[in-house]
């Protein structure tokens, strides 16, 4: 698996994209396949060059995702040559598929027909002849899953995000899918079947297409999503977001027991609370690389803050979507944000990243917060919309497409939020008439004010 990524992926930057969605997935894999399939041609063809320096009379050729041997070979049983010569070329299938780990056996396999031909040993048994002795047995969900982190990374590079992704992956695999039965479709489809949960079927279905693309298997899957429904959840107003900052330091301070090395954790988590509130940020933003030097920088005179680029949408630079919040929350307190520096000086990869934000949901728990931390986020992009901002300026600032952005804030439009909606836009309309209104009243001044002036006129030429 290393050999893939340094072989494969070392020149490969995966494309960073402002969707977290379906057609952001759909990009970077598309961009990462045409990467393999540009490095899988230039390597077939080195194969093939070694495979002539050596002078044998072997070439790999590639048809129908399968890699196949061609050689001029004696003819094969009961064949015949037009010209009724005893040779003839052929091209022999193996069974092999057409990736990397299939090109070295490949090659090995061409060595051994080009030793074949060069000693005028060849027969045609049944492995050329393409019979197998026994049927495959195929393979269980439990050898799988053996497999599943060396056959996943050889088509995507490793990142702390894709490490992150199988990481979720193998667990939900483990939950779902480990079993002694033989990976088959109708097996497959009954595995996802199962589910009924919207989230879970979702990240079963990812990994059915993982392993159904892996082995080959054309299944349709289609049919098997289950439709979304959202779910009836309280996003917090501006007043319980900042009611609620305190209750890290009182719970740490007073209510919980803790050792003293994890005493100032508050800091952290208050810091973290207040960056997702204001900015909008996802919490692993926070934890994985944040430019902490800028954040504090007097250069900074817009109080941005800047999102690494090994994030899930790539590299970006937010605005604060309600600056007083900053002087407010102490956001720039010096010894909180040294606290978190400190936390991303540790060796931080994707298992660690993937406990950090575990902790910090516990923590919103434990510390009495009526809210999970997405739920900052999903804030900012109802008040954006209420605030009026532009659709595309507040999506470009939480990191993702108008498309999303869009179902996240209707997804969780409340009543209360569409009551000030209406109010806003009615406060619009009648702001509307009062400005009629005066400008009615300022034309029949003008008039007015014109008339007085033509009477004077015309006293002062009597």
């Known amino acids: 698996m290393e050999d893939i990524q340094g072989k494969v992926f070392s020149d490969f930057e995966v494309p960073t994209t402002s969707d977290g969605s379906y057609r952001g997935r759909k990009k970077i894999s598309d961009e990462t396949s045409k990467h393999i399939q540009m490095k899988f041609e230039q390597e077939l063809i080195e194969v093939n060059d070694r495979l002539k320096s050596s002078k044998s009379k072997v070439k790999l050729l590639v048809t129908g995702g399968a890699i196949q041997l061609q050689a001029t070979l004696p003819l094969k049983p009961n064949d015949s040559h037009i010209q009724g010569r005893n040779k003839k070329q052929y091209k022999i299938s193996l069974g092999i598929p057409a990736n990397f780990d299939g090109l070295k056996t490949a090659e090995e396999e061409a060595y051994e027909l080009g030793k074949l031909i ?86 079963v279905l990812i990994i059915a297409r993982i392993i159904a693309k892996s082995l080959s298997l054309k299944i349709d899957f289609t ?3 289950l439709k979304y429904k959202p779910n009836n959840r309280s996003i917090p107003d501006d007043n319980k977001i900042v009611t609620s900052i305190n209750n890290f330091q009182f719970c740490y301070e007073g209510t919980i027991r803790v050792k003293p090395e994890y005493r100032n954790n508050w800091k952290i988590y208050k810091l973290a609370y207040g960056l997702m509130a204001i900015y909008g940020l996802r919490p692993r933003e926070i934890f994985n690389q944040p430019d902490l030097e800028w954040f504090l920088s007097p250069d900074n005179k817009y109080n941005t803050f800047k999102v690494h680029s090994s994030n899930k949408t790539g590299y970006r630079e937010a605005f604060p979507f309600i600056p007083e919040w900053i002087e407010l929350f ?26 950090i934000v575990s902790n910090l949901s516990k923590n919103f728990k434990v510390c009495g917060i009526p809210f999970k931390p997405y739920d900052l986020r999903h804030a900012c992009a109802i008040r954006a919309h209420l605030q009026g901002m532009p659709v595309k300026a507040a999506a470009d600032n939480l990191g993702h497409t108008v498309e999303v952005h869009t179902k996240v804030y209707q997804q969780w439009f409340g009543l209360e939020n569409r009551r000030k909606a209406f109010e806003q836009t009615f406060e619009g309309l009648n702001e509307v008439d009062k400005l009629k209104d005066e400008i009615a009243s300022l034309r029949r001044k003008i008039a007015e004010l014109e008339i007085e002036n033509n009477n004077l006129k015309l006293a002062n030429k009597v």
Request: one cysteine or more; glycine letters at 2%.
């Open 330 to 355: 102490d956001l720039k307190n010096v010894e909180a944000i040294q606290l978190l520096s400190d936390k991303n000086k540790e060796n931080i990869n994707a298992e660690k990243l993937r406990l």
């Open 223 to 225: 049919d098997l999503t």
């Open 118 to 203: 060069a000693r005028k040993t060849f027969i045609w048994t049944d492995k050329y002849l393409g019979i197998r002795a026994t049927k495959d047995k195929g393979i269980t969900f439990k050898e799988f899953y053996e497999q599943f982190e060396s056959r996943y990374f050889s088509t995507r590079k490793k990142t702390i995000r894709s490490e992150g992704s199988f990481n979720s992956y193998k667990i939900c695999y483990k939950a779902h899918f480990y079993s002694d039965d033989i990976i088959t479709a109708q097996n497959l489809k009954n595995k996802v079947l199962k589910i009924n949960s919207v989230a879970v079927r979702r990240n």
